[in-house]
């Protein structure tokens, strides 16, 4: 599946997605977001891709939203801006959340710059590999806006409240190791190897029972809002989900059947 300005690539049940753009440091266009939308609504429903892999063609992961788009904003009529604002969000809003509740793992391969919705769309990922060449930045502030692609959510998660009114009241750049040490960015590569290795990750982190990690995912993505009571009966609905699953029944027969062969062995 490949498009204009975003590439899908399939490989042994990975898919591999390239934002395309690399001669605007794969800045978010409308016209981008709208392809970004179907191949992660792609990668969702077809059954047989375990994980997703997320990167940047060229120098950058992604520079946020795209200044044009801004400009043209800005020259709407005055009484059109507020709902073409609010329009716009709502676009931004379903795109970071197919990606945040992906049932799926999914991995962000930063191999440059990821800055503001950049930085947000890395942080809407399950985890973070980084190249030696990643910087991160919460660079809204530099546009007198707030992070609209999750930051204010994802990032206190990641680094602590204090920490994260820190990155994003001054829109100071974070390069890898840093990243590493505030817990932004989970591994480290070099840009030779970054996606191989974020590709040999997503296949470890997809190996179990897609059902269980599915379920799993959907509990621990709301945990921090939940009571444990809340998480304990949510957890009592994934299980019995799970009970019914082919992976679930394969997985137990198997074992009994190993269990049966060493015993019949000892005899």
């Known amino acids: 599946m490949n498009s204009n300005l975003i590439q899908l690539e399939v490989a042994d049940g990975i898919a591999t997605l390239w934002?395309?753009?690399?001669?605007?440091?794969?800045?978010?266009?409308?016209?981008m977001r709208c392809e970004?939308?179907?191949?992660?609504?792609?990668?969702?429903?077809?059954?047989s891709i375990r994980a997703l892999v997320l990167t940047g063609r060229g120098k950058?992961?992604?520079?946020?939203?795209?200044?044009?788009?801004?400009e043209r904003r800005l020259q709407a009529p005055a009484g059109e801006v507020g709902f073409n604002g609010w329009s716009r969000q709502q676009r931004v809003h379903h795109t970071?959340?197919?990606l945040h509740t992906m049932p799926k793992p999914t991995i962000?391969?930063?191999?440059?710059?990821?800055?503001?919705?950049g930085a947000d769309t890395a942080l809407a990922c399950d985890f973070i590999i980084a190249s030696d060449a990643a910087s991160f930045t919460w660079s809204y502030i530099n546009r007198g806006i707030v992070p609209d692609g999750g930051g204010m959510y994802f990032l206190p998660r990641r680094v602590g409240l204090s920490k994260a009114k820190e990155l994003i009241f001054s829109g100071r750049q974070v390069g890898m190791e840093e990243a590493l040490r505030l817990?932004?960015?989970?591994?480290?590569?070099?840009?030779d190897n970054l996606v191989a290795d974020a590709q040999r990750w997503a296949a470890e982190m997809s190996k179990g029972s897609s059902t269980a990690l599915a379920l799993g995912k959907t509990i621990l993505n709301q945990t921090f809002e939940l009571s444990a009571h809340q998480v304990f009966a949510q957890g009592?609905?994934?299980?019995?989900?799970c009970y019914t699953s082919t992976e679930h029944r394969e997985s137990v027969m198997a074992f009994l059947a190993k269990?049966?062969?060493?015993?019949?062995?000892?005899?």
């Open 19 to 31: 934002l395309n753009r690399p001669e605007k440091r794969n800045a978010m266009s409308d016209g």
């Open 36 to 47: 970004f939308i179907a191949a992660l609504e792609h990668v969702a429903h077809v059954k």
């Open 60 to 70: 950058g992961f992604c520079a946020g939203g795209d200044v044009a788009g801004m």
């Open 96 to 98: 970071q959340s197919l």
């Open 108 to 117: 962000a391969a930063v191999n440059g710059a990821a800055s503001g919705l």
């Open 183 to 191: 817990g932004i960015a989970d591994r480290a590569s070099d840009a």
């Open 236 to 241: 009592s609905q994934a299980q019995g989900i």
């Open 259 to 267: 269990s049966d062969t060493k015993k019949e062995s000892a005899q």
